[in-house]
């Protein structure tokens, strides 16, 4: 496994707490399909992962209903992903 795919995974796992009683279900809901239908799916482009899956992020982090103590968590989610496509575009 790339190095790439190891942090994609390692992005994945951090993801998953979100899976959390505590979080609201459509916040779960999205961050599952998240995981499955864009940063997991090798089916697509990298960027279009990574991508997508920054974007339904920063939905999650602007969700009125997302408990406070997983913002942070979300920040540094959306800035391992955004490191990864910057190093994605810089090859």
């Known amino acids: 496994m790339s190095n790439i795919e190891s ?9 998953g707490q979100l899976e959390d ?5 459509n ?8 995981v499955q ?5 090798k089916d697509k482009e990298m960027d279009v992962r990574l991508g997508m899956t920054a974007s ?10 997302l408990p406070t103590h997983y913002g ?14 910057n190093e994605i575009r810089g090859s």
Request: charged residues 20%.
């Open 72 to 85: 942070p968590l979300c920040l540094q989610i959306q800035t391992a992903l955004e490191a990864l496509l």
């Open 7 to 15: 942090r994609i995974q390692q992005i994945a796992q951090v993801l």
């Open 27 to 34: 916040i779960r809901n999205s961050s599952r399909d998240a």
């Open 37 to 41: 239908k864009w940063l997991l799916n």
């Open 56 to 65: 339904i992020l920063d939905d999650i982090f602007n969700d009125a209903n």
């Open 21 to 25: 009683t505590q979080v609201p279900r």
